[in-house]
């Protein structure tokens, strides 16, 4: 069978070839295409299928981790609790502690505060009661002044008054000279300007006749030469009259040809002057709006403008007013400051004094009067009758700082007594340091010796050294001190 039927097939031609060649081609690359389709489906669905079973084995995994996490984590938290708790007791028990001192420091900062704010008000009374009679005094003093003032005041108004009403006087005397020297040089002038205007008058007269004699001959001379121009000109224009008869004709079909078009032209320019008006209304429209637009921006921006100087002038009184409040602040701050720098320096005066002090004064730190009630009655009916309501308050307010100046008396006396008493050693030492020196200069033997006096020289039991006067009897007040 197939060697009958190589033997029936014929020879292909070379086109029929060529087309087999192409069609085998174009069946190849179809095949080729659909394996490749064939085969990216294959890999699509095979790498669908390994994601899906990857994250579900990583979603196994993940469950089973978190559980051994989890159990790890709770037994971490367990432990971290029970130290937190631990920890967090002994920091309640620290705050506990902590509060409880601070509460004794709040109630003692309380009560130091109370007594330091009573002192304070009651020394700003004191104060406030010390400017009020200070502002009094210098109410009367400014009362005063002013009286002089005004009364400098009415005395140099009187002088300037009388001043100036001499002034004005002698001024309406000089305005009544000056007017007199007007009216005679008034009147002089009007009788010069009479006697040039009738001068003039008289030269124009003259001038005007002659010039009207002239006149009348030139003008009879051009109307002889005016006639025979005319004569020349009617006999030099007749032909011209018929030309100009003609024209007149057809200027008259002008001229109502011209009317036509004037009225088609009137029309037109009435038509012009419509829509002119149309247009400047509608511009002076547009011109007012635009006027009153512009006004309400002006107003807009003058209230702006306001608006923005009074902000500018309410910060800066602002301004001024927290920079006047902080240097007052600042130097009540610095007041107050050397106010307390001043007591604790007391303070702690008074703490170093205190341990120099015997026990005699720290038992009985004021010292009693020497004086008799009698004697301090009489003192005090004195003193009474000597102060004022003023003075007297003011004694009252100060009546607390009685005892400390009391100590302070105390101790100033007792500072001059022992001044004094010093000033009194000095100079018996001084003395008896000159006895000394006279002693040993007599002792010793020369010529500088010998030509001086010498203390060792006596005659009739005297001796030229000089006796040293009695020492003074030491004042009741004064502390004794035992001598070397």
């Known amino acids: 069978m197939l060697k009958k039927e190589k033997k029936a097939k014929t020879p292909l031609s070379d086109e029929e070839q060529l087309l087999l060649f192409q069609q085998k081609l174009l069946a190849e ?51 971290d609790i029970e130290i937190l708790s631990q920890t967090f007791e002994r920091v309640v028990d620290c705050k506990d502690n902590v509060i409880k001192s601070l509460a004794k420091d709040l109630s003692e900062a309380e009560e130091q505060y109370a007594r330091a704010l009573r002192s304070h008000l009651h020394n700003v009374d004191q104060l406030l009661a010390l400017q009020r009679r200070r502002l009094s005094l210098l109410e009367e003093s400014y009362n005063m002044e002013l009286e002089a003032l ?59 006749h002659f010039l009207r004699l002239q006149l009348e001959n030139t003008v009879e001379d051009l109307w002889r030469k005016f006639q ?41 320019q009435d038509a012009i002057t419509i829509s002119k008006g149309k247009i400047m209304i509608h511009s002076r429209e547009s011109e007012d709006e635009n006027r009153y637009i ?8 003058i209230q702006l403008r306001k608006l923005k100087a009074q902000r500018t002038q309410a910060r800066a009184a602002s301004q001024k007013n927290l920079v006047k409040l902080t240097l007052e602040s600042n130097a009540t701050l610095k007041a107050l400051r050397k106010i307390v720098d001043k007591g604790e320096k ?27 009630p009698k004697e301090q009655e009489g003192i005090e009916e004195n003193n009474l009758e000597e102060l004022t309501e003023e003075l007297a308050k003011v004694i009252m307010d100060y009546i607390g700082m009685e005892n400390f100046w009391k100590r302070y008396n105390k101790v100033k006396l007792e500072q001059l007594s022992l001044q004094h008493r010093r000033a009194q050693l000095l100079d018996i030492n001084g003395k008896l340091r000159g006895m000394l020196k006279q002693y040993l200069d007599g002792i010793s033997v020369s010529d500088e010796v010998l030509s001086q006096l010498n203390p060792l020289f006596i005659v009739n039991h005297r001796s030229n050294l000089p006796q040293p006067s009695s020492t003074p009897m030491a004042h009741p007040g004064d502390k004794q001190h035992p001598t070397t």
Request: proline share 1%; aromatic share 8%; net charge negative.
């Open 29 to 79: 690359e179809e095949m080729a295409k659909k394996k490749e389709r064939l085969l990216s489906q294959f890999l699509k669905d095979k790498l669908a299928k390994e994601e899906h079973n990857s994250a579900l084995n990583l979603n196994k995994i993940n469950t089973q981790w978190r559980t051994v996490l989890r159990e790890v984590k709770t037994r971490e938290l367990l432990k």
């Open 150 to 208: 005004t009364k400098e005041f009415e005395t140099e108004r009187k002088t300037i008054i009388d001043q100036h009403e001499k002034e004005i006087r002698y001024l309406q005397d000089i305005f009544m000279a000056m007017e007199q020297n007007y009216l005679d040089s008034e009147y002089e002038s009007k009788l010069e300007f009479q006697s040039m205007w009738n001068d003039l008058k008289n030269m124009n007269l003259e001038e005007k």
């Open 228 to 268: 025979d121009v005319l004569k020349n000109y009617t006999d030099s224009t007749e032909d011209r009259k018929v030309a100009f008869e003609t024209l007149q004709v057809k200027d008259e079909k002008n001229s109502k040809e011209i009317e036509v078009q004037m009225k088609k032209i009137q029309k037109l």
């Open 294 to 301: 512009r006004n309400d921006k002006e107003l807009v921006l």
């Open 346 to 372: 007391i303070l702690k005066l008074a703490e170093i004094c205190r341990k120099f002090e015997t026990e005699e004064e720290k038992v009985l730190p004021f010292y009693s009067s020497v004086l008799t």
